[in-house]
């Protein structure tokens, strides 16, 4: 299933989507992770991160820069980087990428 149509079933209940801000949340998420990753196509295994990271962007789009606010005792917060909780993935990623002991080596056949 394609990141979009993930990030649809995972908003299904919102009353009204936006589907171009959708597209634009998922290539934003998409280019700074990759960024991050210093790689020029998203891997697969961070597709779940694009989704989840889009569902936050979307779910926060009217409150954007909220950093705190409190009202009786509800209380609501947003974190600046919505990537930042997936630092621990990001950060394996990029040690085993420099790691030259985890590349798998092929042998080819002539």
Not at 22 to 42: F, M, N
Not at 69 to 94: C, G, H, K
């Amino acid at each position: 299933m394609a990141i979009k149509e993930r990030v649809m079933v995972r908003l299904a209940k919102e009353e009204s989507l936006d589907s171009t801000f959708i597209d634009e949340a998922i290539l934003g998420v998409s280019d700074r992770l990759k960024l991050r990753l210093r790689v020029d196509v998203l891997p697969s295994s961070f597709e779940s991160i694009v989704v989840e990271a889009v569902v936050k962007v979307y779910r926060r789009l009217n409150y954007e820069g909220i950093s705190s606010e409190s009202v009786s005792s509800l209380s609501t917060s947003f974190q600046d980087d919505v990537l930042a909780e997936y630092a621990n993935e990001i950060s394996s990623y990029l040690a085993e990428k420099n790691n030259p002991s985890s590349v798998k080596q092929t042998i080819k056949f002539i």
